[in-house]
């Protein structure tokens, strides 16, 4: 058990950094999902990175976890574009296209994860640990990984601020003012795709959805202006990541993945609960 007192303890403070940064990076893409009404696209894309990590592991043997995560990024990246090819080439709907490259995907991962369970090397590798994540396994390598990848997030967002916030609003008026907005969307949807894999480890394939869409859902219900709701949806997320990982410390045997999650999603319902006449949109 971790008190009070444990906030001092080096591993403790490693993991409740990771979380920390995982979870306010998460919000702050999230908004965007959020108000492109794109949240069940988290959701497929955090799932879609099972197959990535499996086959990289299947085709390397190695459990390196940049080259796992690199796997994750490119079959997350590859499931976000079937859900835009889909509807285009086919009569199915956005949202049945969501739903059907989420579920072949993990489908499709959980087949291989078996099929990668029956090496001698699977137990080493722990590719489990990637379904609801296994944050104590962070070191501080991984966490000064995430600072950095979260830092250029940022700055991206911070540079293309204004094209972003258009985009989010008013694709229609974005793409005729002449803004390049099959590029911006390609571009936020890479970031979103960078910050799962950041948080496969901690929080996990299954859960990644809910540091998505959890704090950004509960900032939209306090205001109405992108700026203060992104830097609530980044607050809301790393308290998420530090509770979470200190009440499954504090308590014991709890998961931290899981436990994140569940803060989140306690912020969110508590939002809902203070603020009745704001719209969850």
Known sequence: MIGLSGWMDPTFRVVALGATLIGAVGGVLGTFALLRRQSLLGDAMSHAALPGIVLAFLLTESRDLPLLLAGASLSAWLGALLTVLIPRRSRIRPDAALGLVLSVFFGLGIVWLTIAQRRPTAAQAGLERFLFGQAATMLQRDVAAIALAAGFILLVIFLFWKEFKILAFDPAFAAAIGLPVTALDALLTTLIVLAISLGLQAVGVVLMSAVLVAPAAAARQ??????????????????SGLLGT????????????????????????????LTPRRSPM
Not at 223 to 235: N, W, Y
Request: glycine fraction near 10%; aromatic fraction near 8%.
């Open 222 to 239: 306090w205001t109405d202006r992108l700026e203060r709701m992104v830097i609530l949806a980044a607050g809301f997320g790393a308290l």
């Open 246 to 273: 200190w009440l499954s410390s504090w308590i014991g045997r709890l998961p931290t993945g899981p436990t994140i999650a569940l803060c989140a999603s306690g912020i969110a319902l508590l939002s809902l609960l």
